[in-house]
């Protein structure tokens, strides 16, 4: 069992109130936690009799965009000088804030500032996401599972491989269904696994029929106990397109193999174009367009995403009246070019194996040096149009439209969101964006996600916002809120722009939202 399924065992929310013990109410757990103890999520703790919010508010300073210049922590009672790093913009994320739960209560900081003589609003709470996952972003040619072929860890389903992309494997983890809807065991082992991905903490996954994979934010996949290093220069057809003119005059064929989409030059558009001859060569495989096949093998760990091993098992026998004769040239090689082979077909027309000639070294090279490296990309998903717009306003749904209208600006941890058309606030965010450590959770089981809503003063009142509850950023950090912990400055993560001023000027000029 995981340490974060031990803790859930522990914490039991029918546990009987003891004396000493007082009750953390910012999820529905309610644990009933003694002095000098956290609750079950770690995240409060009992310090003399008070409910505290054990780590601190976090406030990006983006003068000092270094990405972890942090100035010392400021405890509940001491006094802060009133200055970070630098006396850059600020922005007070909502790492460490506490939540709006119960839900009828405004959100912990709604922080007012003017910027550029703008006035704005930053309405900042750690939101509970029941609803909730994470898209993961393999770059790979390798088959590490069938599309829908569920993902597990430590044996429970917490997701599926879900549709292939240009060079990439993709997976659809979490979501309502395996955090709540199956058994306890599954929402631990997923909600566990969601806070790892996205606090960037490597985690292993086993696909059903497929491979396993250590899948890191950031970082290179390890797939199978090899870790992948290069991303393919594109699919096989993709592949001749870009190089053929590199080795016309240097070989009289090239197959670049690939699972998807297995390129030969003397036949493709691109070879036909510069004059290449025919070389009565027979690829095993479904016939797209000319010099572009499918299906040449099964998908795999080998050449090119598929299962072979032995390039010269896609081929079929040579056609002399097409053009194969004996001494004809042929190099074979991969959409990544880690894997190459040099032929030459005999009195028989059969190809041989020759040592790998210098001449065609340059342009197998050329192919790995335009691969990028591979990596794994880890978005959380979260749907943050439930309860928690009752923390921004009396009215939740005019934050609904005010986000989809523009003049709202939505930020994860300070990093920039995409928000999905349509109805509610469905955002992704890239989590190496987001400052490390921002991700907690609570054994409902959800994950707990910093958000912040920015907008123009004016819109907030407007919206039925809790106009007596902004503070000053320097109150903030002078006093702190109702969790008493500490406030630490550190200089914004580099990319991470200020909510986007022109963005909000735009949108009230068009007067667009509500
Ligand atoms: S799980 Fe955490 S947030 Fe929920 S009641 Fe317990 S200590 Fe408080």
Excluded at 177 to 187: C, D, P
Excluded at 300 to 321: E, F, H
Excluded at 495 to 511: E, I, S
């Amino acid at each position: 069992m995981s340490e974060l399924a031990e803790r859930f065992e522990t914490h039991d929310p029918g546990e009987k109130q003891v004396a000493e013990k007082i009750r953390c109410d910012a999820c529905p757990v309610m644990c009933y936690i003694a002095d000098g103890r956290t609750g079950a999520c770690d995240r409060y703790g009992n310090v003399g009799g008070r409910i505290v919010r054990m780590d601190p508010l976090t406030i990006l300073d983006h003068a000092a965009e270094a990405g972890g210049a942090v100035v010392p922590f400021v405890a509940e009672g001491e006094a802060w000088n009133g200055e970070l790093v630098n006396t850059g913009r600020r922005f007070v994320t909502a790492i460490g804030a506490g939540t709006t739960y119960p839900d009828y209560k405004p959100a912990p900081f709604i922080v007012s500032q003017e910027v550029e003589g703008v006035d704005l609003v930053t309405v900042v709470t750690e939101g509970i996401f029941s609803y909730c996952g994470v898209k993961v972003k393999i770059d790979t040619d390798r088959h590490i599972g069938d599309g829908t072929a569920t993902v597990r860890v430590e044996g429970e389903a917490i997701g599926h491989v879900t549709t292939g992309e240009y060079g990439s494997q993709m997976l659809s983890l979490g979501g309502v269904h395996h955090l709540t809807g199956g058994s306890k065991q599954e929402g631990r082992a997923t909600c566990d696994a969601l806070l790892n991905l996205c606090n960037r903490k490597p985690v292993e996954l086993t696909i059903d029929g497929g491979a396993t994979v250590i899948v890191e934010a950031g970082k290179a996949p390890v797939i199978d106990g090899k870790v992948e290093h290069r991303m393919r220069v594109g699919c096989g057809s993709a592949t001749i397109g870009m190089f053929a003119t590199q080795w016309r005059g240097l070989v009289d064929e090239v197959v670049v193999v690939d699972d998807h989409i297995t390129g030969v030059v003397s036949e493709h558009q691109a070879g036909k174009v510069l004059g290449w001859q025919d070389t009565g060569i027979k690829i095993i495989g479904r016939r797209s367009t000319p010099g572009r096949y499918f299906k040449v093998s099964e998908p795999g760990l080998g050449w090119g995403g598929t299962s072979i091993s032995d390039p010269l098992s896609i081929l079929g026998d040579w056609n002399a009246k097409k053009g194969a004769r004996p001494g004809l040239s042929l190099l074979m090689v991969s959409t990544t070019g880690e894997q190459f082979a040099y032929y030459e077909l005999d009195d028989d027309l059969k190809p041989v194996e020759k040592p790998f000639p210098e001449r065609l070294q340059k342009s197998v090279g050329l192919i790995e040096d335009n691969c990028e490296p591979a990596l794994c990309t880890v978005l959380f998903i979260g749907g943050a149009g439930g309860s928690l717009r009752a923390g921004v306003t009396e009215n939740p749904v005019n934050l609904t439209r005010s986000v989809q209208g523009l003049r709202t600006y939505v930020t994860v941890g300070g990093a920039p969101v995409y928000v999905w058309p349509g109805g509610g606030i469905t955002l992704m965010v890239d989590v190496t964006r987001v400052p490390e450590g921002a991700f907690g959770y609570v054994p409902t089981p959800a994950l707990v996600a910093p958000i912040e809503f920015t907008l123009r003063r004016d819109d907030y009142v407007r919206l039925g916002g809790y106009e007596a509850e902004i503070r000053s950023v320097e109150d903030i950090l002078a006093k702190g809120g109702e969790y008493l912990n500490p406030r630490r400055g550190t200089g914004a993560p580099v990319n991470n722009p200020w909510p986007p001023l022109a963005q909000l000027r735009r949108a009230a000029a068009n007067g667009a939202g509500g």
